[in-house]
């Protein structure tokens, strides 16, 4: 009794099922055939169709394989592989357009957040300042009462100067 490890059965399978050479690969060549590069005239012709339409009706495919004696199946994976060439640069394009509106987005926040630090810089100072005066707002009626009374440690000053204490 003879032990078949498998190996002998998928040997006999590949003889028996591979002796035509009309069978096709994945990309549309015959078996055992090296992929051949499109020439120049042919990137051309497809780039043409592409951009006519990015999808391929099976009429066209087989009218783009006959002009450029090429293979239908070939046709559509060059317009697949197309298709995903188009949509990565479509990606990278977005990607930088956002890219840059990030960065003006973010410069602009940057320039704002310095802003707003140094008008908290300029209450911290007006606070911490000894008001020695009324501060006048409204100098068109500086004769009027429209003083503001600052109000520091020891209490209000009024309109002439001078000071009333808090109770």
């Not at 399978?13 to 060549?29: A, F, I, P, V, Y």
């Amino acid at each position: 009794m003879s032990f078949s490890t498998g190996l002998d059965v998928c040997e006999d399978h590949m003889t028996n099922h591979n002796h035509g050479e009309d069978e096709l690969s994945d990309d549309g060549s015959q078996a055992g055939e090296k992929k051949r590069r499109l020439n120049m005239e042919q990137v051309k012709t497809l780039e043409k169709n592409f951009e006519l339409g990015n999808k391929l009706e099976p009429e066209r495919k087989m009218q783009l394989a006959r002009a450029l004696g090429l293979q239908p199946r070939q046709i559509a994976i060059w317009f697949q592989n197309r298709r995903a060439r188009w949509k990565t640069k479509q990606l990278e394009k977005d990607y930088d357009l956002l890219k840059r509106q990030f960065e003006a987005v973010k410069a602009e926040n940057d320039a704002l957040q310095a802003h707003n630090h140094k008008l908290h810089a300029e209450i911290l100072a007006l606070k911490s300042r000894e008001p020695t005066e009324s501060i006048n707002l409204n100098k068109e009626t500086e004769g009027s009462s429209n003083k503001v009374k600052i109000r520091n440690k020891a209490g209000y000053f009024n309109d002439d100067g001078s000071g009333s204490h808090l109770h």
